[in-house]
């Protein structure tokens, strides 16, 4: 739960500007359905006896500064196409 908050929740406080935008919101169900589907694989199939420790904000900070990444190349793409 931690991991997910950290990493959605960061992408909706950076991107507030576009939460008007539809391809924003397609954008961020997207990543919050691949990452569910993620950490069923991680948690469930590969390493089901793991613990989730005080570790997954640490990943969840390097998954959330990828989809920072990613939202500003879609920001770029929709500037270029009001212009």
């Given at each position: 739960?931690?991991?997910?908050?950290?990493?959605?929740?960061?992408?909706?406080v950076?991107g507030?500007?576009?939460?008007?935008?539809?391809?924003?919101?397609?954008?961020?169900?997207?990543?919050?359905?691949?990452?569910?589907?993620?950490?069923w694989?991680?948690?469930?199939?590969?390493?089901?006896?793991?613990i989730?420790?005080?570790?997954?904000?640490?990943?969840?900070?390097?998954?959330?500064l990828?989809?920072?990444?990613?939202l500003?190349?879609?920001?770029?793409k929709?500037?270029?196409?009001?212009?």
């Open positions: 739960m931690m991991w997910t908050f950290v990493a959605l929740f960061g992408l909706l950076v507030k500007n576009m939460c008007g935008a539809w391809l924003f919101w397609v954008f961020w169900v997207r990543c919050l359905s691949l990452h569910v589907v993620a950490m694989i991680i948690f469930d199939q590969l390493l089901p006896r793991l989730p420790g005080t570790y997954v904000v640490r990943l969840a900070f390097v998954e959330s990828l989809l920072f990444v990613m500003s190349k879609l920001e770029r929709v500037a270029l196409r009001l212009t």
